[in-house]
């Protein structure tokens, strides 16, 4: 199993950046592929990015982030990131991170497909 808790959420101007950080508890945090997606009140949760298990092998993009976001990892220090730059009011949600036993390097857009959930962490953007 795997604990999994978000932070670096808060409030930014349009254009501006965060980055996003999930700590992961347990050994085994490099065998799980992981992936990032968001909730805005109203709407369904949604994928932003995945990240496969072997150090960053893989990763995949919601298009509406691709070439602002990058999803990373640091296995040292259990914790996968969400670089986010060119913050746009539509990036306002509660961010989620997620993961996966998996040892391949498929990355998944269904969050059906991922067993363990961080509680979330707020992002806003406003304009």
């Known amino acids: 199993q795997v604990h999994l808790v978000e932070s670096g959420g808060g409030l930014v101007q349009v254009g501006g950046s965060l980055r996003l950080s999930c700590a992961a508890s347990g050994r085994t945090f490099s065998s799980y592929g992981m992936g990032w997606f968001r909730q805005a009140p109203g709407k369904e949760r949604g994928f932003v990015a995945a990240?496969?298990?072997?150090?960053?092998?893989?990763?995949e993009y919601a298009d509406s982030v691709k070439g602002r976001f990058t999803i990373s990892r640091d296995n040292a220090k259990n914790t996968v990131y969400l670089q986010m730059n060119s913050l746009k009011p539509e990036d306002t949600a509660a961010y989620y991170c997620?993961?996966?036993?998996?040892?391949?390097?498929?990355?998944?857009?269904?969050?059906?497909?991922?067993?363990?959930w961080g509680q979330g962490t707020q992002v806003t953007v406003s304009s």
């Open positions: 990240i496969s298990w072997n150090g960053g092998g893989n990763t």
């Open positions: 997620a993961g996966v036993y998996r040892r391949t390097s498929y990355t998944s857009r269904d969050h059906h497909e991922y067993d363990y």
